[in-house]
């Protein structure tokens, strides 16, 4: 016997509201009938052509522009992909140009974009569609999958809007839209209960604008169902959806608390040389911001090392520079700034600790710089765009910045 996934009775609402029949019960959700599936539909792509968004994305259906619209909105808001849409089109504008772009520069093009991996996914992707599909983008979801770093989401927007195939795109925003219509009572933090609101966001989908369809759920999701402060009685499906019609807008989606981000402790060190360049690394040996540049980081473990008396940090400080660097720099007494940045599942702490470079120490790591051994660089700020940063890091260079400041005006 299926599980029932709703706190409702929809029958109690037929001819009460916009509800006029019932349809079948879909992974344990009753759904309402085709003459009202039809009528929502309508009413809902009729609010689409009125209010949606004009986004440089939906100005054409080429599944390459799509496809990195998709990528990028990934964990990030419409209003900060605009610029970065832009100027990654601009420096790859094909495929084959992101297929045979060179790592650095397209980690400097996504830089504070965050999420690396996806668009490293991007590229093994492109690579694929250029030895598999001889350099077209597939036109069926069974190859579209195939795609690095394309999962069912992504597979279903691209589908939809670029080839007019009638399936979901089911991310948070659907399933919060679609929960608030059924009163779903299903975990979207389980992925085994997607497959629920994948089902009814196919017996949803309009089959012949499936595109506009899945575009009008992400409109609705981002203004009138947003998670908080939602204003659902200006919405245009307000008669439809049983959230609304019953007052429980806010109870709407279910959803368990993640698992809390674990702090970590950091001393960024800020190591200049004679010329008042700072030395850089790249990140080569690590899964987080792998081939990205920071200053060098220690690792403190716990806070209580953070919070280590001064004298004690500095034998710390500089016991940690000569056994991973093989240099003594000579540190000033107290740190220059602090920061703070928040990964999914982890919470950086950054002290920044600033120490000038001897002689011998700075020749020895430009010894290593020659060698080609380490991925090491000096760096002054005029050549930042030069490298390829992380957010987090750009917060460090920032931080220098207001110390380096602070300086001047004493």
């Given at each position: ?86 100027r ?5 504008p094909t ?25 490293r ?71 085994a209960n ?12 309009d ?132 920061v ?30 020659a ?5 090491y ?34």
């Amino acid at each position: 016997m299926t599980e029932v996934n709703q706190d409702i009775d929809l029958s109690l609402y037929i001819n009460q509201s916009a509800i006029q029949d019932l349809g079948p019960v879909i992974e344990g959700v009753q759904v309402w009938g085709p003459v009202t599936n039809q009528a929502f539909r309508k009413t809902f792509l009729e609010w689409y052509d009125k209010e949606s968004r004009r986004l440089p994305w939906r100005e054409s259906k080429d599944p390459y522009r799509i496809w990195v619209s998709e990528i990028m909105l990934q964990q990030t808001r419409v209003e900060t992909v605009i610029d970065y849409y832009a100027r990654f089109l601009s420096a790859f504008p094909t495929i084959k140009d992101l297929a045979e772009a060179k790592e650095d520069q397209l980690l400097k093009v996504w830089e504070g974009l965050g999420y690396y991996s996806r668009v490293r996914n991007m590229q093994v992707a492109a690579q694929q569609i250029m030895n598999d599909y001889d350099g077209i983008f597939p036109d069926n979801l069974a190859d579209i999958k195939k795609l690095k770093g394309i999962g069912p989401y992504t597979a279903g927007a691209i589908g939809s809007i670029a080839f007019n195939i009638p399936v979901p795109a089911i991310d948070g925003n659907a399933m919060r839209v679609i929960a608030r219509l059924f009163m779903i009572n299903a975990d979207i933090q389980k992925p085994a209960n997607r497959k629920i609101f994948e089902a009814v966001g196919q017996y949803l989908v309009d089959p012949d604008r499936p595109g506009d369809f899945n575009q009008a759920i992400m409109d609705l999701g981002s203004s009138f169902e947003t998670p908080k402060k939602a204003m659902p009685e200006l919405s245009p499906l307000r008669d439809y959806t049983l959230a609304t019609l019953t007052g429980t807008t806010d109870t709407y989606p279910i959803k368990s608390k993640k698992a809390k981000a674990k702090p970590v402790y950091y001393q960024a060190l800020i190591l200049q040389n004679a010329k008042g360049q700072v030395l850089i690394e790249k990140r080569t040996q690590h899964k987080l911001l792998n081939n990205l540049w920071t200053a060098p980081l220690i690792e403190l473990g716990t806070k209580a090392n953070q919070d280590l008396p001064i004298t004690e940090k500095l034998d710390f400080l500089l016991a940690e520079s000569k056994q991973n660097y093989g240099i003594s720099p000579i540190f000033m007494r107290k740190e220059i700034g602090q920061v703070k940045h928040v990964f999914t599942h982890l919470i950086w702490h950054i002290q920044l600790a600033y120490g000038q470079l001897t002689g011998e120490d700075e020749q020895r790591i430009n010894m290593l710089i020659a060698s080609g051994e380490e991925d090491y660089a000096w760096v002054a700020p005029h050549q930042f765009e030069d490298y390829a940063f992380p957010t987090v890091q750009m917060k460090v260079w920032q931080a220098y910045e207001n110390y380096q400041e602070m300086q001047k005006n004493k």
